[in-house]
């Protein structure tokens, strides 16, 4: 899967809107589990970037519609094609991360690498992926 490029203005109405979906999570020491969320982002253009909320609950289980997390921030693109997303979550850890556009399966996929991290001693390694 390779990169493209795609013009900010296009990309920022690609993005925008409410979704919801399914995904999954995975720890050390933490059996796989299911999760259901939303997320809405919103074009900032006094700002040239989106503000960013994700709601996130347990789908599985017993826990099943149990808060998992909450969290907000700004998504920027930079000039060399890549995107930033910064968030901070309700546990008080905040995250940085980049991220490469590529065209898959007639939609978008934004796999993300968290390049910087605080807040929690836990964290090794973070990645997510978005499929739009």
């Known amino acids: 899967m390779l990169p493209i490029a795609i013009p900010r203005d296009e990309l ?3 993005l925008a809107g409410e979704w919801s979906g399914v995904g999954s999570g995975s720890y050390p020491g933490v059996a796989t589990f299911r999760y259901r969320e939303r997320l809405s982002i919103t074009i900032e253009p006094d700002w040239s970037m989106l503000s960013v909320l994700q709601r996130t609950w347990r789908d599985d289980g017993d826990a099943a519609g149990k808060a998992l997390h909450l969290e907000a921030g700004v ?36 796999d993300w690498v968290t390049i910087a991290h ?6 090794v390694r973070m990645g997510r992926t978005w499929w739009v």
Do not use: P, Y
């Open 75 to 110: 998504l920027l693109a930079r000039d060399d094609g890549t995107l930033v997303f910064s968030c901070g979550q309700d546990s008080g850890r905040v995250e940085a991360m980049t991220g490469k556009v590529a065209r898959e399966g007639g939609g978008l996929r934004i």
């Open 12 to 14: 920022w109405h690609c």
């Open 118 to 123: 605080g807040n929690d001693d836990r964290l």
